[in-house]
């Protein structure tokens, strides 16, 4: 990162250079050292390129500082999704008591949990799930993690698919009550 900031202040220190030594050298001469603009169209062309030449290299060191920046401000964001999320799922998984499982179970007997946590998301576990994965995703922000958090959410919402039906029919009204005031996820 010291390394695009020296180069970016170097193109800085280049440019104020320039400024200064025109504006020096019409003084003490009284002769406009921009030559160049009084000659042809392509003199002036060239001429004119050179500085957005130097812009493009700003740009380039720029998008290079952004992306070691982004690095370090993904992995902090990143970071605190990861533990939001888990500790949204632990306590999810806590407030479920006896009634936690992984898949249908329809040979156990549940009680419909819409309280806590539950009372704002019927499957807050799931979102849990979603916002550690989001976090891995901002911390190490490439295509591949994206697609994967893109293939865990359809795998998430497939499941929540069945669960929904399950909890139709074993709960009837009241979980058609329930899914009326709370959102699937938020």
């Known amino acids: 990162m010291m390394h695009a900031f020296f180069a970016l202040g170097f193109i800085g220190f280049f440019l104020v250079y320039l400024v200064v030594k025109t504006l020096y050298f019409q003084k003490k001469y009284g002769v406009n050292p921009l030559a160049a603009l009084h000659g042809n169209f392509q003199e002036k062309l060239l001429w004119i390129s050179l500085p957005l030449i130097f812009i493009g290299y700003a740009i380039a060191i720029w998008m290079e500082l952004w992306?070691?920046?982004?690095?370090v401000l993904g992995i902090v964001v990143g970071s605190c999704l990861m533990v939001l999320g888990f500790?949204?799922?632990?306590?999810?998984?806590?407030?479920?008591?006896?009634?936690?499982?992984?898949?249908?179970?329809?040979?156990?007997?549940?009680?419909?949990?819409?309280?806590?946590?539950?009372?704002?998301?019927?499957?807050?576990?799931?979102?849990?799930?979603?916002?550690?994965?989001?976090?891995?995703?901002?911390?190490?922000?490439?295509?591949?993690?994206?697609?994967?958090?893109?293939?865990?959410?359809?795998?998430?919402?497939?499941?929540?698919?069945?669960?929904?039906?399950?909890?139709?029919?074993?709960?009837?009204?009241?979980?058609?009550?329930?899914?009326?005031?709370?959102?699937?996820?938020?």
Request: charged residues 15%; positive net charge.
């Open 87 to 186: 500790s949204f799922m632990v306590i999810a998984q806590f407030q479920m008591g006896r009634n936690w499982r992984m898949g249908v179970d329809s040979q156990g007997k549940i009680e419909l949990v819409d309280n806590g946590v539950f009372g704002f998301s019927r499957n807050p576990v799931y979102l849990g799930l979603l916002v550690q994965a989001l976090g891995v995703t901002v911390a190490f922000l490439n295509l591949y993690t994206v697609l994967l958090w893109v293939l865990l959410f359809v795998v998430l919402f497939l499941i929540v698919l069945q669960e929904e039906k399950f909890l139709h029919k074993s709960f009837g009204k009241e979980y058609l009550r329930y899914s009326k005031r709370v959102g699937r996820f938020l």
């Open 67 to 71: 992306t070691q920046v982004w690095s």
